[in-house]
Each structure stands twice: as structure tokens, then as C-alpha cells.
């Protein structure tokens, strides 16, 4: 069972930046797709970012590119989500999620683990 921990949300002011970390409790990391994913109230989950774990390409959501890059750190388990010009739309509770040895990435039924989620919040 792979455990994962995010951390970085908050409250910040509309144009501003914020960067999330999520950490594994697997020493494999490197064998894990880890997908970024958002959830606003009274909205489905919607895909943000994802790293596959055989591929160093970065994917990114059509709302976010541009704006947003994610990356990680295979020693430290830890992926990070690089959140910039952020605007109240980008509202919601973040997740990462991790499936090992998968090639798909776009929805949340590609993953078999989930963090709890951090908040971020956006003000006008």
C-alpha cells in the first residue's frame, strides 16, 4: 500500500504562485505514474498534471498549461506541482495520485492510490 502526502496549499492572491509536494512512502518511486488532479465543489475531478514513470515528458491539462509544470525527485519520493499565475478558478483541492508501471494518465481510474488533498485557494 502506497501512502502519499501532499502539502503546500493555501490561500493566495489572484497572479501569485504557489508549489505543492507530494510524498510516497514507496522506495520505488520511480517505478509510479504520479497524476495531479483538482476537484472544486459541485465539480468532477478534473486532470491537472501527470509525470509517467518511464518518461521524463510532462502532461498538463488544457486550463493549466502554460501556467502550471510539474516535476519530481525520485530520491526524495516527492513530486512537485509548480502552480504560477494562478487565478480563482484554479480553486479547488489538489491531489496526487500514483499508479506503478502505467503507461495512462488522463483519469482518476488510472490510479490506484491517492493522497488526501491539499486546499488552494484563489482570491480575486
Not at 501527470?50 to 519520493?77: H, I, M, P, Q
Not at 495520485?97 to 503507461?103: C, K, L
Request: glycine letters at 10%; proline letters at 2%; aromatic letters at 12%.
Amino acid at each position: 500500500q502506497v501512502q502519499l502526502v501532499e502539502s503546500g496549499g493555501g490561500l493566495v492572491q489572484a497572479g501569485g504562485s504557489l508549489r505543492l509536494s507530494c510524498v510516497a512512502s514507496e522506495r520505488t518511486f520511480s517505478d509510479y505514474t504520479v497524476g495531479w488532479f483538482r476537484q472544486a465543489p459541485g465539480k468532477e475531478r478534473e486532470f491537472v498534471a501527470a509525470l509517467r514513470w518511464n518518461s521524463e515528458s510532462a502532461y498538463l491539462g488544457e486550463s493549466v498549461k502554460g501556467r502550471f509544470s510539474t516535476s519530481r525527485d525520485n530520491v526524495k519520493k516527492t513530486s512537485y506541482l509548480q502552480m504560477n499565475r494562478l487565478k480563482p478558478e484554479d480553486t479547488a483541492v489538489y491531489f496526487c495520485a500514483a499508479a506503478r508501471y502505467s503507461g495512462r494518465y488522463l483519469r482518476p481510474i488510472d490510479y490506484h492510490y491517492w493522497g488526501q488533498g491539499t486546499q488552494v485557494t484563489v482570491s480575486s
